[in-house]
């Protein structure tokens, strides 16, 4: 459910990480028609990386690593405030 939103911005990465979980799952067919409902509305977008996009990711990553994080750690990791400076990261 959308809720009251206007507009919903999914980013390409998190659209691809979502179908390779129902590629290896058991339940892809099911999961596909779950994902498309949502996908198909006209408030419902793709958000694309461009350079910028890639240069803060490279950064973020960079901050990250000598945080002492891999690669894979990273969307679940939970970190001190203290031990990143977003405003480094623009």
């Not at 129902?22 to 498309?36: H, M």
Request: contains cysteine.
């Amino acid at each position: 459910m959308l809720g009251g939103c206007d507009e919903v911005w999914i980013p390409f990465v998190v659209l691809a990480e979502m179908k390779a979980g129902f590629y290896g799952g058991t339940r892809q067919s099911e999961n596909e028609s779950l994902l498309l409902n949502p996908l198909n509305r006209e408030t419902v977008a793709i958000l694309y990386a461009d350079r910028e996009t890639a240069g803060q990711y490279a950064r973020l990553f960079v901050q990250l690593k000598r945080a002492g994080l891999r690669c894979r750690e990273f969307p679940s990791a939970v970190l001190p405030a203290s031990s990143l400076d977003i405003r480094n990261v623009y």
